[in-house]
């Protein structure tokens, strides 16, 4: 049964700083990654969709990596802002299309 | 417009009431999902239906039932509502054509008093 985890829970920066998320999945035999954002009490935005044959996409100050052997995904922040503050969450589909999300990181970026 | 739109966006109900969940897209989508977001639990797959035909059990879905009625509307519905169904639900749409990425609906905040 295919597990998403993402480390940390919570993370708080300062306004500038270049930042990490981590997502890790124990099941390698995934058809994509995505990444999401949520805000509080709102739906969900995709962000960067990375497919299972691809190791990186970008998206202005967005950049998500994918390493399928280990288990593993980044999301990198660049030059964080205030309005980057929400929970980003990680999903991965399976060649049905259907989505199993981490728990999410919840970020605040402090002006 | 949104391209994926629930309603309602709010809901309180009682203990034991039927209430049901709707979602509709504009996206053209074959597939569509619904999803029950906890705190701290993240998403949880409830029922998923690729085309109008076809419907699928998720993760937890005991307690409730959907309904395919075309191919851009899927209702969700709790037949005999509990305190612990209280939740924000999402509905989403993907499309072999996009690679399965998602579109999500704004969500649907219910409280089961």
């Known amino acids: 049964k295919q597990e998403v985890t993402q480390i940390p829970a919570a993370l708080s920066v300062p306004e500038g700083e270049n930042l990490v998320l981590n997502c890790s999945f124990t099941?390698?035999?995934?058809?994509?990654l995505q990444w999401f954002r949520q805000d509080p009490g709102k739906g969900l935005t995709s962000l960067l969709l990375i497919q299972s044959s691809q190791r990186e996409q970008t998206s202005g100050r967005l950049n998500a990596s994918l390493d399928k052997s280990s288990g593993r995904s980044t999301l990198y922040i660049a030059a964080s802002q205030p309005g980057d503050s929400a929970t980003y969450l990680c999903?991965?589909?399976?060649?049905?299309?259907?989505?199993?999300f981490g728990q999410g990181t919840t970020l605040q970026v402090k002006p | 417009d949104a391209d994926v739109t629930q309603t309602p966006r709010n809901r309180i109900t009682k203990t034991g009431k039927r209430i049901m969940l709707e979602c509709s897209q504009t996206k053209g989508h074959d597939r569509m999902y619904w999803y029950r977001q906890d705190p701290g639990l993240g998403l949880q797959l409830i029922y998923y239906?690729?085309?109008?035909?076809?419907?699928n059990k998720g993760e937890i879905s005991d307690g409730y039932s959907v309904s395919r009625q075309a191919q851009a509307k899927f209702s969700l519905s709790l037949e005999s509502a509990i305190p612990n169904q209280t939740a924000l639900y999402f509905c989403a749409t993907s499309d072999t054509g996009t690679n399965y990425g998602y579109t999500f609906g704004s969500g649907t905040r219910l409280t089961v008093v």
């Open positions: 239906s690729f085309d109008v035909k076809d419907i």
């Open positions: 099941d390698s035999a995934i058809y994509n």
């Open positions: 999903a991965v589909s399976s060649n049905t299309g259907k989505l199993i």
